[in-house]
Nanobody, 131 residues
C-alpha cells in the first residue's frame, strides 16, 4: 500500500526559498511518475511539477525557472522534493504530492500535470508567501 506524506511547508517572505518534501512509503515501483500539485483557497487544484523514474520532468509555466523537482530512491520508499526559489505571494497554497500507477515497460513514461494521471495523494503541506 503506497502512502504519501508531505513535509516542510511554512511561511516565508516573497523572494525567499523553501523546499518541501514527500515521503512515499511502500513504493516498490520501478517505472512511475510523480507530481506536485497545489490548491489555493477558492481555486482548483493545479499541477506544478512532475518527474518520472527516468528523470524526465515537466513544469507549469508559472513556476518554470523558479521551482525544481527531484527525487531520491530508497529501499521500498522514495523521497520527492520541490525546491521553490523566488517565491511570490501567488505561490501561496496547499501543496500535495501525488503518484501515478506503476507503468509497464511497453508504456512510455511521460511526466504530466493533469490530476487524472495520479492515483495516490498525500494530505498536503501549507506554503504561505507574504509580500
Amino acid at each position: 500500500q503506497v502512502q504519501l506524506v508531505e513535509s516542510g511547508g511554512g511561511s516565508v517572505q516573497a523572494g525567499n526559498s523553501l523546499r518541501i518534501s514527500c515521503l512515499a512509503s511502500g513504493y516498490r515501483y520501478s517505472r512511475y511518475c510523480l507530481g506536485w500539485f497545489r490548491q489555493a483557497p477558492g481555486k482548483e487544484r493545479e499541477g506544478v511539477a512532475s518527474i518520472c523514474s527516468d528523470g524526465s520532468t515537466l513544469y507549469a509555466h508559472s513556476v518554470k525557472g523558479r521551482f525544481t523537482v527531484s527525487k531520491d530512491n530508497a529501499y521500498e520508499s522514495l523521497y520527492l522534493y520541490l525546491q521553490m526559489n523566488s517565491l511570490k505571494p501567488e505561490d501561496t497554497a496547499m501543496y500535495y504530492c501525488a503518484s501515478g500507477p506503476p507503468r509497464p515497460v511497453w508504456v512510455n513514461l511521460t511526466p504530466a500535470l493533469s490530476l487524472s494521471d495520479y492515483v495516490y495523494w498525500g494530505p498536503g503541506t501549507q506554503v504561505t508567501v507574504s509580500s
